[in-house]
Antibody, heavy 116, light 111 residues
Framework: QVQLVQSGAEVKKPGSSVKVSCKAS????????ISWVRQAPGRGLEWMGG????????NYAQRFQGRVTITADESTSTTYMELTSLRSEDTALYYC?????????WGQGTLVTVSS | DIVMTQTPLSLSVTPGQPASISCKSS???????????LYWYLQKPGQSPQPVIY???SRFSGVPDRFSGSGSGTDFTLKISRVEAEDVGDYYC?????????FGQGTKLAI
């Protein structure tokens, strides 16, 4: 069974950065992508970008271009999502999910709160 | 970006009764490979989303057969033949053809 385990909740000041991790275990596939999807309080789901770790190919949603960086460490099966220049509107649950278009396994979510 | 529009936004159903959710995309989700990249997810209260349907009508592993998906091009439907208490939550349609991948606003199913 595939498991995606994310790092814990974060509280950040406006203008700072946050880096969230996602460690995969269980049955994995060599060319599977890991995507990041966020959900603001009481809102819907928003795809931010993703990476194919073995190929080190990343793609980002235009609205996050320049602020988000997704990286992967193949040796530890861990993917990272870093979001910079945080503002209050970035307060959300951030999920990692396996897949590129279709997301079959999801992490438990990491709450990022941006507050002064 | 592709806009995914769901109706209704909320639905209250008596257990054992059917439920239906519509999803319309602003562009066709049919790829030249013949597949249509439309998916449905369920987010149960306090949980992460989980897949229900992929490529319009295929049930994900472990999903009961009371769930079915249909549609083509830009118009899609998720149906639950007999709603059970465990089906409550927010249902999202999603497209996986055009970047950035996008989701509908969600439909809240209550009992």
């Amino acid at each position: 069974q595939v498991q995606l385990v994310q790092s814990g909740a974060e509280v950040k000041k406006p203008g700072s950065s946050v880096k969230v991790s996602c460690k995969a275990s269980g049955v994995t596939c060599s060319k599977c992508a890991i995507s990041w999807v966020r959900q603001a309080p009481g809102r819907g789901l928003e795809w931010m970008g993703g990476i194919i770790p073995v190929l080190e190919i990343a793609n980002y949603a235009q609205r996050f271009q320049g602020r988000v960086t997704i990286t992967a460490d193949e040796s530890t099966s861990t993917t990272y999502m870093e979001l910079t220049s945080l503002r209050s509107e970035d307060t959300a649950l951030y999920y990692c999910a396996r897949g590129w278009g279709f997301f079959d396994y999801w992490g438990q979510g990491t709450l990022v709160t941006v507050s002064s | 970006d592709i806009v995914m529009t769901q109706t209704p936004l909320s639905l209250s159903v008596t257990p054992g009764q059917p439920a239906s959710i519509s999803c319309k995309s602003s562009q066709s989700l049919l790829h030249s490979d013949g597949k249509t990249y439309l998916y449905w997810y369920l987010q149960k209260p306090g949980q992460s989303p989980q897949p229900v349907i992929y490529e319009v009508s295929s049930r994900f592993s472990g999903v009961p057969d009371r769930f079915s998906g249909s549609g083509s091009g830009t118009d899609f439907t998720l149906k639950i033949s007999r709603v059970e208490a465990e089906d409550v939550g927010d249902y999202y349609c999603s497209q996986g053809l055009h970047l950035p991948y996008t989701f509908g606003q969600g439909t809240k199913l209550a009992i």
